[in-house]
């Protein structure tokens, strides 16, 4: 009789402890689903426009959405800067951190992409837009160009340009406030797969 009394004992203890290592299970398997892997939402802040050296690659932006070239300031990107290209066509020019595809880069390039691309197709144009108001060169009003139209964009933009491309375009002037006599708009395009600036040039239609 003792013995038939303590077996539904042992038979309820023995439940209650299954029961309890389903219900810890069921509950580590939610909270694993749930729960964040350690590190996996921060975000990375990198400094904004930098070259691969740390320097400045571009003039502050305005918040606008208008490029703004000074007519003084530094020799962009350097001479240090593109000393590196004439080695690596995948050396960095300028890093550029943007609100819709995060962190982008300009890199020496190809003539079908990048610097090597820009300077090899536009140099000419940019010398148009600066003309004899400033004593930059043509790649200091490209750059700051860049910088401002990716990091402040106006209001819609970038655009699908497509082939997993996108466009970015703004107005241009001046630190005196007058504009391009010809071109006075830039507009860049990226590689949305690749985040890489394929090319920067200044053109007369305000838009994509």
């Given at each position: 009789?003792?013995?038939?009394?303590?077996?539904?004992?042992?038979?309820?203890?023995?439940?209650?402890?299954?029961?309890?290592?389903?219900?810890?299970?069921?509950?580590?398997?939610?909270?694993?689903?749930?729960?964040?892997?350690?590190?996996?939402?921060?975000?990375?802040?990198?400094?904004?426009?930098?070259?691969?050296?740390?320097?400045?690659?571009?003039?502050?932006?305005?918040?606008?959405?208008?490029?703004?070239?000074?007519?003084?300031?530094?020799?962009?990107?350097?001479?240090?800067?593109?000393?590196?290209?004439?080695?690596?066509?995948?050396?960095?020019?300028?890093?550029?951190?943007?609100?819709?595809?995060g962190q982008v880069v300009l890199q020496c390039g190809t003539s079908g992409q990048g610097y090597e691309h820009i300077r090899v197709r536009h140099t000419a144009d940019w010398r148009d837009v600066l003309g004899s108001r400033s004593d930059r060169d043509w790649d200091d009003a490209m750059l700051t160009a860049v910088q401002s139209v990716l990091e402040s964009p106006p209001s819609?933009?970038?655009?699908?340009?497509?082939?997993?491309?996108?466009?970015?375009?703004?107005?241009?002037?001046?630190?005196?406030?007058?504009?391009?006599?010809?071109?006075?708009?830039?507009?860049?395009?990226?590689?949305?797969?690749?985040?890489?600036?394929?090319?920067?040039?200044?053109?007369?239609?305000?838009?994509?």
């Open positions: 009789m003792p013995q038939q009394r303590r077996r539904p004992v042992v038979t309820a203890v023995a439940a209650l402890i299954a029961a309890g290592l389903v219900a810890g299970f069921a509950l580590t398997a939610q909270r694993s689903g749930e729960d964040p892997v350690i590190g996996a939402g921060a975000a990375t802040v990198t400094p904004s426009a930098t070259a691969a050296d740390g320097a400045p690659a571009a003039e502050g932006a305005p918040r606008d959405g208008t490029v703004t070239i000074t007519r003084t300031g530094p020799d962009l990107p350097g001479a240090d800067v593109l000393d590196r290209c004439d080695t690596d066509s995948r050396a960095t020019v300028a890093r550029y951190d943007t609100a819709a595809l819609g933009y970038p655009q699908d340009a497509g082939d997993g491309k996108v466009c970015y375009a703004a107005p241009v002037r001046f630190d005196d406030g007058s504009r391009p006599a010809a071109e006075p708009n830039v507009r860049v395009i990226v590689s949305a797969t690749t985040d890489r600036v394929i090319t920067a040039f200044p053109t007369d239609d305000g838009g994509c």
